[in-house]
């Protein structure tokens, strides 16, 4: 399943960058993130409860970042379980680019899904990951907005 | 003689269940019951690196987490395979995925837990560490050379192949004044029961006895299996069988869950319950069909059907099913294409192939439909090429009704059939003349209606020959233990099961005419290996005319031994008595001698004033097993009337036919609601019914929200007539009925949706027969059209 679109945020590109590596900024900004923890600079280990039509379960999973070049782009990788739900898989593409006062963040993701969320959910699966991604944006919009969330790189 | 068998005797069960006192397996709780929730993999394919229990081993209720390494050692794995099938392989399977995980709902581990909730609660938290793999989920190129493999413990994907053919048929085909072709594509769909698979295993340590209470149609064969692969003495296990809500061959076959059942039962000591939800019933009952097959018919320039040639690929699971395969369904369909037909020669070549999907196997009408759909089309098809029409093609190719027994191109035996007085009566009710005047009227007000028509033949009462020769424990014979009670009322216990088909009213009609009596006093048991003898049970329609047939027999035996006794307390000689209303009779003249209830009293509580010698025992059993031709094939012929929406795709089911000949009819009213009920399930996968996957091998339509069954609504009207052909090879001279609406339902109906796209050039050849696909065939035909 292909996922993409983009999003205008109101910061400059080395603030944006510097957020999306951020692990507190991150936590507050997925949607259901129950923890997160950084494994090493690139490698985070998260816990997320999510609800897609009648499933609902906590997926624990890795996200790997990779193909890193700063301020630009990076890949997104990661994987998570969810137990008797099924489990989650998808690379993101996500690029950078500096739009008038701020940056223009777009992303081309390839998600799988499995088990009993593919097999109840699949006409919600892309509604539902449109919404969360949205929902991850105007977070991360919101958390940019204020300038005491972004601590010092 | 026969006052009862052939009236419309109403099903004795179904006041019971109307009145809510169903007692169904879902019911059944005992003492110091479990419940089970099995983890499943979510993967098609994988390694499983991992299982982490310790969270779930944890939660509230929970009483035992088993995974492969403790419970599957209690268990003799299975293997999938008949000796008869040559060449053919199936790793064998055990309770829970081991190293690997071969399809998406694989059980990986078996929760046990004081409630079904708690249990559910727990497998939420066990965690699961699977490498995934490629799957392998597609057609052709699996059976390639080199290709992925489903299942790594198979040295390849090819499960079995086998080849079918006549001398001469190249030959026909080298002459042929035309040659149809087509490819055909059959969808995956599964039963879909009311009630979902169900057990409640229940091991006593102190007796060393196993009981399974189990919505199954074969007690004695699941009694077979579980103290073959658990070690246990056979007479300490017992299956019961209570009310079933609804069966349809899918509850025959043996399944992961119920093992586990009985294994964890064995373990623990405790009364182990599985009761699947639905969308476990998606991803663990079998599933059905799932061919590909590409057919071809020579037609001689007048019509005449020379030879056909077909090659089935069928894609199974990642294991064959067992103990009856997943290659059983391949092996009739090329052995039932072109069976109503004299067509001399053919060439039939099968492929099964292994793939990372739920296993499929046999399911209401086992190869028929597909069968009869690839022949109906191409018939349609020469039809087409000969200026024919469907009727005559079909008159001028049926086998005459005068030349039987008849042996078809296939090798199958026919003892008597009637296709061309089926065909003629088919015609008199559908009256073709006048459809095809309202189709033309209709079109030209832009109204798209069509009809088809489909021969069948149904394979029922099977012999030996069936499975018992290719080393499966499965029984063609059938066991009734039949008594007087010393009130003169009847109890016939049998081993042929009731599903909701009414097998007990009929048996009961059967006695009651052997024994002089109304079947108000005949009580029928079934389904219970401890109270009834052992026999083959319920598939493959031998319910009517095996049962039917064992049960007249033990019935005649106590007929003649009540007789004896009556000839010595009336001091007359037997040969001049009869039973009759309840009482023995003076043959010649009806007037009554003795009541049954005199002689169940003599016989009880006076066996004293009986004459020295004579035998006053009241029970009599007996068994039958089918001798004379290997199967007692059925036919008829269906009719679909059609109309298409081709701005939407959409279709109405206006009417349908169904003309069939079953040998003597027992219950008409039960002979019809068979065939209704057999309509509907041939005409669901027609046009609703699909197990839909992703490339990645997850079923993507796991709910009854999305997966769509036939709704009552969507329905036509289903017109039935009978033509009447017994066998000779039984007294009863009754045949199967189960399967013949579904044998030829979607065949017609397909046949009926190309005629009424006909001015479009458009055909479908692939079921379900979608609005999607109806829309994609309209717009390839017109692209067709338009192109340079």
């Known amino acids: 399943m292909k996922l993409e679109g983009e999003q205008f945020l109101n910061a400059d590109p080395m603030t944006v960058w510097a957020a999306l590596f951020d692990r507190e900024v991150l936590a507050a900004a997925i949607p259901g993130c129950e923890s997160l923890d950084q494994i090493s600079d690139t490698e985070f280990a998260a816990v997320v409860k999510l609800k897609v039509g009648p499933v609902s379960a906590r997926f624990k999973g890795d996200v790997v970042l990779s193909d890193i070049v700063p301020g630009q782009s990076c890949i997104l990788s990661g994987k998570g379980a969810g137990g008797i739900a099924g489990f989650a898989k998808g690379a993101a593409q996500v690029t950078l680019t500096p739009e008038g006062t701020g940056v223009r963040l777009r992303y081309d993701a390839d998600v799988a899904v499995g088990g009993k969320l593919a097999s109840l959910g699949s006409r919600l699966i892309k509604s539902t990951a449109q919404k969360l991604t949205g929902a991850f944006f105007t977070n991360l919009s919101e958390i940019l907005a204020a300038p005491e969330a972004v601590g010092p790189a | 003689m026969t006052l009862h068998i052939g009236q419309p005797q109403r099903r004795e069960n179904a006041r019971r269940h109307l009145a809510g006192r169903g007692r169904f397996v879902s019911d059944l709780a005992l003492p110091r019951m479990l419940h ?37 050692p209690r268990c003799q794995p299975w293997v999938g395979t008949l000796d008869h099938f040559a060449g053919m392989q199936s790793p064998p399977m055990n309770i829970l995925a081991e190293e690997s995980v071969l399809w998406t709902g694989h059980p990986v581990a078996m929760i046990l837990a004081r409630s079904r909730a708690e249990a559910e609660d727990a497998a ?37 192949e086998a080849l079918l053919q006549t001398p001469d048929v190249d030959r026909a085909f080298a002459g042929a004044a035309h040659v149809v072709e087509a490819g055909f594509t059959f969808g995956r769909h599964t039963a879909v029961t009311l009630e979902p698979r169900a057990v409640v295993a229940d091991y006593d340590p102190s007796s060393g006895a196993l009981t399974v209470h189990q919505g199954t149609q074969t007690p004695y064969q699941f009694q077979d299996v579980y103290a073959r692969h658990f070690g246990l003495p056979e007479g300490k296990v017992r299956v019961i069988a209570p009310d079933v809500g609804g069966s349809f061959g899918m509850k025959l076959h043996v399944y992961n869950e119920e093992m586990g059942a009985v294994a964890a039962s064995l373990i623990l000591g405790r009364p182990v319950r599985y009761v699947a939800d639905r969308l476990e019933s998606f991803v663990s009952d079998i599933h059905a069909r799932d061919h590909d097959v590409y057919g071809r018919m020579a037609v001689a320039a007048d019509g005449t059907i020379l030879a056909m040639e077909i090659d089935d690929l069928t894609r199974i699971g990642a294991v064959s099913a067992y103990p009856r395969t997943s290659a059983a369904e391949g092996n009739q369909v090329i052995r039932l294409m072109g069976a109503p037909y004299r067509m001399a020669d053919y060439r039939g070549k099968l492929s099964v192939a292994f793939q990372n999907k739920v296993q499929t196997s046999q399911y209401r009408a086992v190869g028929h439909p597909i069968a009869c759909a690839v022949t109906e089309a191409l018939v349609e098809r020469a039809a087409e090429a000969t200026g024919c029409d469907s009727f005559e093609i079909r008159a001028r190719n049926l086998i005459a009704d005068d030349a039987y027994p008849h042996v078809s191109a296939t090798g199958y035996q026919f003892e008597k059939l009637s296709h061309q007085a089926c065909l003629a009566r088919l015609r008199g009710m559908m009256d073709p003349g006048a459809l095809r005047a309202e189709q033309a009227a209709l079109r030209a007000r832009g109204i798209y209606r069509g009809f088809g028509i489909a021969s069948f033949v149904e394979i029922t009462n099977p012999g030996a020959t069936f499975y018992g020769v290719g080393g499966a424990r499965i029984s063609a014979q059938d066991g009734a233990v039949v ?116 002689i169940g009293r003599i016989a009880t509580y006076r066996p004293d004033t009986l004459p020295d010698g004579i035998d006053h025992s009241l029970t009599v059993a007996h068994h039958f097993a089918p001798g004379g031709y290997p199967f007692d094939f059925t036919n008829g012929i269906q009719g679909s009337l059609v109309e298409v929406d081709v701005e939407t795709g959409l279709v109405t089911l206006l009417k349908h036919w ?120 309209l717009d390839a035909a017109r692209q067709e059209r338009t192109a340079p």
């Not at chain 2, 229990?53 to 599957?72: H, K, M, Q, W, Y």
């Not at chain 2, 009213?669 to 057999?678: A, C, F, K, S, T």
């Not at chain 2, 993507?700 to 007539?721: R, W």
Request: with cysteine; glycine share 12%; charged share 20%.
């Open chain 2, 483 to 598: 008594r007087m009670l010393p009130s003169g009322d009847i109890h016939c216990a049998i081993s042929v099961t009731e599903q909701g088909q009414g097998t007990e009213t009929i048996i009961a009609q059967v006695v009651a005419d052997q024994l002089g009596v109304v079947p108000e006093r005949v009580s029928v048991t079934t389904g219970d290996t401890a109270t009834t003898p052992s026999g083959g049970a319920t598939w493959a329609c031998r319910g009517a005319g095996i049962g039917g047939e064992t049960a007249l027999r033990a019935g005649r035996q106590l007929r003649d031994r009540i007789l004896t006794l009556a000839g010595a307390l009336v001091q007359t000689d037997p040969a001049t008595l009869r039973l009759a209303g309840g009482a023995v009779v003076d043959a010649a003249t009806g007037a009554p001698r003795i009541a049954l209830e005199e």
């Open chain 2, 124 to 160: 939420d938290r066990v965690l699961v560490d699977i490498e995934d793999a490629e799957p392998v989920t597609g057609g052709v190129p699996v059976l390639q050379p080199g290709a992925a493999r489903a299942n790594d413990a198979a040295d390849s994907n090819l499960c079995y």
């Open chain 2, 36 to 72: 089970a929730v099995f983890v499943r993999s979510p993967m098609a394919k994988g390694r499983i690196l991992g299982i982490d229990i310790e969270a779930a081993s944890l939660c509230p209720g929970v009483v035992r987490i088993f995974t492969a390494a403790d419970l599957n």
């Open chain 2, 658 to 777: 169904v003309v069939e000949d079953c040998g003597r009819i027992i219950n008409p009213l039960l002979v019809d609601e068979q065939i209704r009920g057999g309509v509907v399930q041939g005409l669901g996968p027609a046009f609703f019914e699909e197990c839909q996957y992703d490339a990645d091998g997850q079923l993507t339509n796991g709910s009854l929200a999305d997966y769509l069954v036939p709704m009552a609504v969507e329905m036509p009207d289903i017109k039935i007539a009978h033509i009447e052909t017994p066998t000779q090879d039984t007294i009863l001279g009754a045949k199967g009925v189960g399967e013949a609406g579904t044998a030829a339902a979607g065949a017609a109906a397909m046949n009926a949706v190309n005629d009424a796209l006909r001015p479009f050039g458009a055909c479908l050849t692939q079921t379900p027969m979608t609005p999607l696909r109806i829309l994609d065939a």
